[in-house]
């Protein structure tokens, strides 16, 4: 089955700056890749996603990498905020067969005021 | 909010007991996904439902059991409880869990269930 590698578990940024959190997956059928925002104590949230036929896809701060060869992708946070501070899980998926996510350990994100 | 409702919120149970979480998706979603958040263990894919009918299998013990009814709400069972499955359970929904369109392919979570085993 898929397995999907997440790294830092944990970041702390000062405010302002960058964050990038970085995923491997293994399963070179994958085809979906989205990434979940999860504050303490509530539900995961869909922040970006990106599908395997684009390389980059960006919304304001937040952008998403990915390179279908290393079977690797990152989101990248700028002018990070105290409110960007929570936990980050990237998945892969196979759309075509069920779409069912296979989530990263997550990464606790902490932006320092 | 997502538009996924789970219920109950908090549930407090023995060792050994039997219970049922219950899920009802977003509105004209198809397919129900059920997740156990740990500690240890992440966020884990259980099982997923798509029209009524089993469609994939992830770390789900043999404990457990769901289904998915004809209004499409979904109920996961968790029988013979043991300590360690105490976790948050997550349901979410899509709209076609086969689509190869982004704007069918995102899941929304629904608060989850956190269950505490004693």
């Known amino acids: 089955g898929e397995n999907v590698e997440q790294h830092p578990s944990t970041l702390s940024v000062q405010e302002g700056d960058s964050a990038v959190i970085k995923c491997t997956y293994s399963?070179?059928?994958?085809?979906?890749f989205p990434w979940y925002k999860q504050e303490l104590g509530k539900r995961p949230q869909l922040i970006i996603d990106?599908?395997?036929?684009?390389g980059e896809k960006k919304d304001q701060r937040i952008a998403v990498t990915l390179n279908k060869t290393a079977k690797h992708f990152s989101l990248h946070i700028t002018e990070t905020q105290p409110e960007d501070s929570a936990v980050y899980f990237c998945?892969?998926?196979?759309?075509?067969?069920?779409?069912?996510?296979?989530f990263g350990t997550g990464t606790s994100l902490t932006v320092i005021p | 909010d997502s538009g996924v409702t789970q219920t109950p919120k908090h549930l407090i149970t023995a060792t050994g007991q039997r219970v049922t979480l219950r899920c009802s998706p977003r509105?004209?979603?198809?397919?129900v996904y059920w997740y156990q958040q740990s500690l240890d263990q992440g966020l884990q894919f259980l099982i997923q439902?798509?029209?009524?009918?089993?469609?994939a299998k992830g770390n789900i013990l043999e404990r457990f059991s769901a289904q998915q009814f004809p209004d499409l709400h979904s109920e996961l069972n968790l029988s013979s409880l043991e300590l360690g499955d105490s976790a948050l359970y997550f349901c979410?929904?899509?709209?076609?869990?086969?689509?190869?369109?982004?704007?069918?392919?995102?899941?929304?979570f629904g608060p989850g269930t956190r269950l505490t085993v004693l």
């Open positions: 979410a929904s899509s709209p076609d869990g086969l689509a190869y369109s982004s704007s069918y392919n995102e899941q929304f």
């Open positions: 399963d070179s059928a994958s085809n979906y």
């Open positions: 990106i599908r395997s036929n684009v």
């Open positions: 998945a892969a998926s196979k759309t075509i067969t069920g779409n069912q996510f296979y």
């Open positions: 509105s004209g979603d198809l397919s």
């Open positions: 439902y798509y029209n009524g009918e089993e469609r």
